[in-house]
């Protein structure tokens, strides 16, 4: 009796300190549709949600999921307010260290290219969130891919 008590009690604390995971994709998809036509963006839409812009190609390597690039950009919500921006030699990192919605998306790009990635928050930060970006959130990032290495 004593351990079943404690058992029940453990599960339901358990329980209760996990949040329930909210699916925000129909909400993001109608979020980035509105954007899209207010700022009368050229968008793809991939399999999975990401919508992309191509503004330049670029000629140079194209990177996988496994490439390291060096990338500059500058990350925003819908409402245009900023909530990163690298510096304009960029930063570089695995394409396998970021969001979902970064490694599918560079991917696009070919050195030298340029354009920008609407990320719904199931490639991006989730229901959860992080260090200031709201869970749910879509994010915008303006990317130029300066190097595949």
Known sequence: MKYTLFALIFMLFISCSKEKEVDYTAKNE????????????NAQRSASGLYYVINKPGTG???????????AYKGYFTDGSPFDESK???????????????????????EGGSGVLLVPSNLGYGSEGRSGIPGGSVLIFDVKLISVQ
Request: aromatic share 10%; charged share 15%; hydrophobic share 40%.
């Open 61 to 71: 390597a194209q990177p996988n999921a496994n490439s390291t690039v060096t990338v």
């Open 88 to 110: 304009p030699e960029g930063i570089s990192f695995g394409l396998q260290q970021v969001i979902k919605g970064w490694t599918e998306g560079i991917a696009y790009f070919k």
């Open 30 to 41: 109608k979020e980035i549709v509105a954007y899209i036509a207010k700022n009368k963006l």
